[in-house]
């Protein structure tokens, strides 16, 4: 049946038969539809919050240890250069001194140093 041969209109044709209980049924079982992908929806985000909430948890955890290191980091360096100050002080009175003797022996503790730093660091 071709739908532009029909005396009917289009709309008639569709709601022919629905009675006024059949309509109420069928809004009351959109609704339960609604509500069902309502909740799902909501369990879906639910979800979503709990793994932020994690992540923000390890985010913070992740902060706090890298601050930490960084405050051992500057206390080492701060030590260190109370190190290097007491050496270079030294270097002066040696070079004051001019003792050929007591320069050698610096000299070669300041290469003897260099190199276990370095090792250390490596």
Known sequence: MNPRREPRGGRSALFDGIEEGGIRAASSYSHEINEHENDR??????????????????????????????????????????FLSGTMDRFKTVFETKSSRRMLTLVASFVGLFLVIYYLTR
Request: no cysteine.
């Open 41 to 82: 929806a909501l369990e879906g985000l639910q979800d979503r919050v709990i793994l932020l909430k994690r992540l923000s948890g390890d985010i913070n955890e992740e902060v706090d240890t890298h601050n930490r290191m960084l405050d051992r980091m500057g206390n080492d360096m701060d030590s260190s250069r109370g």
